[in-house]
């Protein structure tokens, strides 16, 4: 009996039928604003960053790079970032909300932020990237 080397894979969410996926491989999996369950195939691979915002910073490089970067929790205190260079303009943690997504490849991201008391949560960053 031959096989065939591609899969069809359809799935629902929420009673919504998904796309149907014909390739074999990895497919990141990602929610929009509005709970619609969408497949980014650009990306294969990621990290999660935990900033610790009670350490002070000034355009500190996180040593990561990607093709995405999305705010899980931006966490308890005010914070900004830059993408690619400390010449760029700093976009605020307060300007954004938790789930945000930067689409943007970038080969470092670089942190600002004062020291926040003990026991401040962090901020969770998904970095999304092609490998």
Not at 16 to 33: H, I, K, M, N
Not at 81 to 93: E, L, P, R
Request: proline share 6%.
């Amino acid at each position: 009996m031959h096989r065939s080397s591609t899969a069809r894979v359809q799935a629902r969410y929420h009673g919504e039928a998904l796309p149907t996926l014909v390739d074999v491989g990895y497919y990141p999996l990602s929610l929009d604003r509005k709970g619609r369950l969408f497949v980014n195939a650009l990306e294969n691979d990621y990290s999660i960053v935990q900033l610790d915002l009670t350490v002070a910073r000034t355009d500190e490089p996180l040593g990561v790079s990607g093709t995405s970067l999305t705010i899980i929790r931006k966490g308890g205190a005010p914070w900004s970032f830059k993408f690619n260079s400390t010449a760029k303009d700093a976009i605020q943690s307060d300007w954004i909300g938790d789930g945000t997504t930067f689409e943007i490849e970038f080969g470092e991201i670089y942190v600002t932020n004062d020291p926040a008391p003990s026991g401040t949560p962090p901020a969770i960053l998904f970095i999304g990237r092609r490998v």
